[in-house]
């Protein structure tokens, strides 16, 4: 199957900053994609969504943009806090009615005091 | 609302043994997936479940099986357990709609 890359294995920001965490995917059917967090000792937890037929998508403190021309998605976190420290997840659905997410290979981020 | 729950959360065993995970739903979720996760293939798709049948499976051998129950809790076997079958095991849930997946804590298997 198609796979969903990340550009950077590790992100360090210092707290208060802003955060970008990338993801490049491959397969053009994918219409829905999702970011995960994951912490230490966790389970994946849902962070935001967005459609392909979006290109930005605001929750609290993070924002989605997509790219469909580049298959790009990125993850902007606002003033980044040390509860922010975590491994990113960038998550992909190919159109349908299927539920199987294709997982990228994750981002640390660590925020720096 | 709780949850999902999965049990045990850490077990060990040997190669060649078998091993069964478990795995409850958040309430009025009717769709669980299995998800593997490792440091060197990441988050991979076992297989999904609704309303008591597989509706998807992912590329993994069939030593990999699985199944649900009329009230929504699935479970996950492995069989003839092998050194690479050492994962993070992880259950998610959903409405059976499109849309975000809740995930539990994961269940650790360490084959040795």
């Known amino acids: 199957g198609e796979s969903v890359g990340l550009h950077l294995p590790t992100l360090s920001v210092q707290e208060g900053d802003n955060s970008i965490i990338n993801c490049a995917y491959s397969?053009?059917?994918?219409?829905?994609f999702i970011w995960y967090k994951q912490e230490s000792g966790k389970g994946p937890q849902f962070i935001i969504d967005i459609r392909s037929n979006m290109d930005k998508r605001q929750g609290q403190r993070v924002t989605v943009l997509l790219n469909k021309t580049v298959k790009h998605l990125s993850l902007q976190i606002a003033a980044t806090q040390p509860g922010d420290s975590a491994v990113y997840f960038c998550a992909e659905i190919e159109g349908g009615s299927a539920r199987q997410l294709t997982f990228g290979s994750g981002t640390q981020l660590t925020v720096l005091p | 609302k709780a949850g999902v729950t999965q049990t045990p959360r850490y077990l060990i065993k040997t190669r060649g043994q078998q091993v069964t995970l478990s795995c409850s739903p958040i309430?009025?979720?009717?769709?669980v997936s299995w998800y593997q996760q490792t440091p060197g293939q990441g988050l991979q798709f076992l297989f999904e479940?609704?309303?008591?049948?597989?509706?998807n499976k992912g590329n993994f051998p069939g030593r990999f099986s699985g199944r649900q129950f009329s009230n929504s809790r699935s479970e996950m076997n492995v069989s003839t357990l092998e050194l690479g079958d050492s994962a993070l095991y992880l259950c998610a849930s959903n409405t059976g709609l499109r849309g975000e997946l809740f995930f539990g804590e994961g269940s650790r298997l360490t084959v040795l």
């Open positions: 397969n053009s059917a994918s219409d829905y």
């Open positions: 479940y609704f309303s008591e049948t597989q509706r």
């Open positions: 309430s009025g979720h009717r769709s």
